[in-house]
């Protein structure tokens, strides 16, 4: 075990840097205390000692051999293990989660870095192509032509407020950066302090074990405002990856984009994840539609990015006796510790909006502590729904809204006219085939990804996964902030034409030394055939 020492302070390229601005503490949502210690923030002209290091890194860190890339990474997820319980009671302190979610965050974490330190063993990140020369080909001959990815530059990562460890400071933004070979400014959550702090002191043991230049990742605490405007708008910084509310989010964006040099934000913002209920799901089961319904609404207060916002359920006696079951199971529910008292009153007051707008299906009890609210399910009908647009917005939280809609053929017309979204769920059964045909264009158009049965919290983190969609979801929908396809948020291609072969990277020379995947004339090949 590591021992665990809380500073107060940020980390800047593997210094511990107090603070010249006023100190924050983060708050226990469940008893509303302050925690020690204080942290202090920084303020802009100690941001730049961090976002100068991080350029110093680039250039080495870049060009690290894959084996010595992965094996960093490997280390980072070692350290975090190596914390201990530590990790999970300060985590458990500062958010009000329970341990066994934590345990589970901190695994996602630590083997999310060991899928991209394969990754990287594998160079198939790399996207590396070959045109040989064709001088024979007539009317014109063909040059040699190679082609691989390269990382942008540092990378300032916000921790999210909502995924202390999976999407905080080693979590999916700061691993698929490093991933790609960018050193990362991390500016940490003000709900979470204590728990980054020891995140962040794990990752600076594995850059000081590989002997990496140490601005490689600096750790800091600041305003928003201030500070995290000045991160995005430094021009050492070439992209952002951000969690959290639209405001937040689309504040990034326009400062990123009204820089003389614009970059890349990849933000992830706002989902009411729609679930469509067709008529076919209800000759199943409905008991266990509800309970699933109402557990994926409610689960960790229903803090979740993904958490089922919207369910479209038939006007008929089936879907009546399902909204009994979800009445029934919303019985037993009651409120959990929200993240923050910040969040808890956002909570209270999206709510109080709804109740104005339509009518409570069914309420849980009340929690323990001051910020564990009842969870709501409040419902509409579809003519409502189609006219209020305020029944169409997030709440985050637990909260949910059921439309009941008369004609199947209604639902494509109220998929258009949702905002894209993460994700989108059908439950079906075989009879549904066609209508679930004629509404996927539609949903291919507004969401990053398409569930048939199940519920949309619970994301994998893979290869083949995508966590974005159409905006407000995310900044960008051609991305994913989940599973290795993150990395390529943060890489740029190069073209390299009739170069002699000793000058090539070694991922494009002949003899292929580094072993990567390849695309050769337009065929795969795989790391033992030479170009």
Same mark, same amino acid.
Not at 144 to 169: C, E, M, W, Y
Not at 186 to 215: M, N, Y
């Given at each position: 075990?590591?021992?665990?020492?809380?500073?107060?302070?940020s980390?800047?390229?593997?210094?511990?840097?107090?603070?010249?601005?006023?100190?924050l503490?983060?708050?226990?949502?469940?008893?509303?205390?302050?925690?020690?210690?204080?942290?202090?923030?920084?303020?802009?002209?100690?941001?730049r000692?961090a976002?100068a290091?991080?350029?110093?890194?680039?250039?080495?860190?870049?060009?690290?051999?894959?084996?010595?890339?992965?094996?960093?990474?490997d280390?980072?997820?070692?350290?975090?293990?190596?914390?201990? *319980?530590?990790?999970?009671?300060?985590?458990?302190?500062?958010? %009000?989660?329970p341990?066994?979610r934590?345990?589970?965050?901190?695994?996602?974490?630590?083997?999310?870095?060991?899928?991209?330190?394969?990754?990287?063993?594998?160079?198939?990140?790399?996207?590396?192509?070959?045109?040989?020369?064709?001088p !024979?080909?007539?009317?014109?001959?063909?040059?040699?032509?190679r082609?691989?990815k390269?990382?942008?530059?540092?990378?300032?990562?916000?921790?999210?407020?909502?995924?202390p460890?999976?999407?905080?400071t080693?979590?999916?933004?700061?691993?698929?950066?490093?991933?790609a070979?960018?050193?990362?400014?991390?500016?940490?959550?003000?709900?979470? $302090?204590?728990?980054?702090?020891?995140?962040?002191?794990?990752?600076?043991?594995a850059?000081?074990?590989?002997?990496l230049?140490?601005?490689?990742?600096?750790?800091?605490?600041?305003p928003?405002?201030?500070v995290?405007?000045?991160?995005?708008?430094?021009?050492?910084?070439?992209?952002?990856?951000?969690?959290?509310?639209?405001? /937040?989010? &689309?504040? &990034?964006?326009?400062?990123?984009?009204?820089?003389?040099?614009?970059?890349?934000?990849? =933000?992830?913002?706002?989902?009411?994840n $729609?679930?469509?209920?067709?008529p076919?799901?209800?000759?199943?089961?409905? *008991?266990?539609?509800?309970?699933?319904?109402?557990?994926?609404a409610? %689960?960790?207060?229903?803090?979740?990015?993904?958490?089922?916002?919207?369910?479209?359920?038939?006007?008929?006696e089936?879907? !009546?006796?399902?909204?009994?079951?979800?009445?029934?199971?919303?019985?037993?529910?009651?409120?959990?510790?929200?993240l923050?008292?910040?969040i808890?009153? @956002?909570w209270?007051?999206?709510?109080a909006?709804?109740?104005?707008?339509?009518?409570?299906?069914?309420?849980?009890?009340?929690g323990? /502590?001051?910020?564990?609210?009842?969870?709501?399910i409040?419902?509409?009908?579809?003519?409502?729904?189609?006219r209020?647009?305020v029944?169409?917005?997030?709440?985050?939280?637990?909260?949910?809204?059921?439309?009941?809609?008369?004609?199947? =053929?209604?639902?494509?017309? @109220?998929?258009?006219?949702?905002?894209?979204?993460?994700t989108?769920?059908?439950?079906?059964?075989?009879?549904d085939? !066609?209508?679930? =045909?004629?509404?996927?264009?539609?949903l291919?158009?507004?969401?990053g990804?398409?569930?048939?049965? %199940? #519920?949309?919290?619970?994301?994998?983190?893979?290869?083949?996964?995508v966590?974005?969609g159409?905006?407000?979801?995310?900044?960008?929908?051609?991305?994913?902030?989940v599973?290795?396809?993150?990395?390529?948020?943060? &890489?740029?291609?190069?073209?390299?034409?009739?170069?002699?072969?000793?000058?090539?990277?070694?991922?494009?020379?002949?003899?292929?030394? #580094?072993?990567? $995947?390849?695309?050769?004339?337009?065929?795969?090949?795989?790391?033992?055939?030479?170009?």
């Amino acid at each position: 075990m590591t021992a665990a020492v809380l500073t107060g302070h940020s980390s800047i390229a593997g210094r511990s840097v107090p603070g010249a601005g006023s100190p924050l503490y983060a708050v226990a949502p469940a008893t509303d205390q302050k925690l020690d210690p204080p942290y202090t923030q920084i303020d802009v002209e100690q941001l730049r000692e961090a976002t100068a290091a991080a350029e110093q890194a680039f250039e080495s860190f870049s060009r690290l051999e894959p084996e010595a890339h992965a094996a960093f990474l490997d280390t980072i997820a070692d350290e975090i293990e190596a914390i201990g *319980d530590a990790l999970i009671e300060r985590g458990m302190q500062e958010t %009000g989660l329970p341990q066994a979610r934590l345990a589970g965050e901190r695994a996602r974490t630590t083997g999310q870095l060991r899928l991209f330190a394969e990754v990287v063993r594998t160079g198939a990140h790399r996207g590396v192509r070959i045109d040989p020369a064709q001088p !024979e080909r007539s009317p014109m001959p063909r040059l040699d032509i190679r082609q691989r990815k390269v990382p942008l530059g540092p990378v300032a990562v916000f921790g999210a407020s909502n995924f202390p460890l999976a999407f905080s400071t080693a979590g999916g933004d700061t691993a698929s950066a490093l991933a790609a070979g960018c050193p990362v400014v991390f500016k940490a959550h003000s709900s979470h $302090p204590g728990t980054s702090e020891l995140v962040a002191a794990a990752i600076a043991r594995a850059v000081d074990a590989h002997g990496l230049h140490p601005g490689v990742f600096s750790h800091i605490f600041g305003p928003g405002r201030s500070v995290g405007q000045a991160l995005v708008s430094d021009p050492r910084i070439h992209a952002v990856g951000f969690t959290g509310s639209r405001e /937040g989010g &689309l504040a &990034l964006v326009r400062t990123a984009q009204g820089r003389p040099v614009p970059i890349p934000v990849y =933000a992830e913002m706002s989902s009411v994840n $729609p679930v469509f209920v067709l008529p076919g799901a209800l000759e199943g089961d409905i *008991d266990a539609l509800a309970t699933g319904y109402v557990q994926s609404a409610t %689960g960790s207060s229903g803090q979740l990015c993904t958490q089922p916002g919207i369910v479209f359920v038939p006007r008929s006696e089936a879907g !009546e006796a399902f909204l009994r079951a979800v009445s029934a199971a919303m019985d037993a529910a009651f409120g959990q510790t929200m993240l923050s008292p910040s969040i808890a009153a @956002a909570w209270r007051e999206g709510v109080a909006t709804r109740d104005a707008n339509a009518e409570v299906l069914a309420r849980g009890a009340e929690g323990d /502590g001051p910020h564990a609210p009842a969870p709501v399910i409040h419902s509409a009908d579809i003519d409502a729904f189609e006219r209020n647009q305020v029944l169409h917005e997030e709440i985050f939280g637990a909260a949910s809204l059921v439309v009941r809609y008369d004609d199947a =053929a209604e639902l494509a017309a @109220a998929a258009e006219r949702l905002e894209g979204q993460l994700t989108a769920t059908l439950q079906l059964s075989a009879a549904d085939h !066609e209508l679930a =045909a004629e509404l996927l264009p539609v949903l291919e158009r507004k969401v990053g990804r398409i569930l048939v049965g %199940g #519920w949309p919290t619970g994301v994998e983190v893979g290869h083949a996964m995508v966590h974005g969609g159409p905006f407000p979801a995310t900044s960008d929908s051609r991305t994913t902030s989940v599973g290795t396809l993150a990395i390529e948020r943060f &890489l740029r291609p190069v073209a390299y034409q009739n170069f002699p072969d000793e000058l090539l990277p070694e991922a494009l020379r002949d003899a292929n030394p #580094w072993r990567v $995947p390849r695309l050769i004339d337009g065929r795969h090949s795989g790391p033992e055939e030479s170009a």
